[in-house]
């Protein structure tokens, strides 16, 4: 299992370090999820270890199964990553080179994968 930080700037509008950034997927405003490494941020942010909380699934070929719950191309327009709702799953989408990975709370982690299989064979 990776390692997974959630990032919080404590003041509005505060950017993070560009050597951050560009690893950081930004989840909502003024808060990030960055992957493997605990970064190093000054004292305006606080930066918590999320890795039980999240589990990720890799959907290689995906576009079809996520239009039975999202219009993903609306969703990420102009952004890398989104946290919504994937088949009444709280959940954070993000493109990939190839295909997209959903981050879903752990305790959705059956229902999800559930729904994912079941939209799959439709």
């Known amino acids: 299992m990776n390692a997974l930080y959630e990032v919080v700037a404590f003041r509005p509008f505060t950017q993070l370090p560009a050597d951050v950034r560009s690893t950081a997927l930004q989840i909502a405003a003024d808060r990030w999820l960055i992957l493997n490494q605990k970064p190093a941020l000054p004292a305006d942010f606080a930066v918590t270890d999320v890795s039980g909380k999240w589990r990720e699934i890799r959907l290689p070929s995906a576009a079809r199964v996520l239009a039975n719950t999202v ?52």
């Open 71 to 122: 219009d993903v191309e609306a969703l990420l327009a102009g952004r890398e990553c989104a946290r919504t709702a994937l088949f009444d799953c709280p959940a954070i989408l993000v493109r990939r080179d190839v295909g997209y990975a959903v981050w879903v709370e752990r305790s959705y982690e059956h229902a999800i994968n559930v729904a994912i299989q079941q939209a799959a064979a439709l």
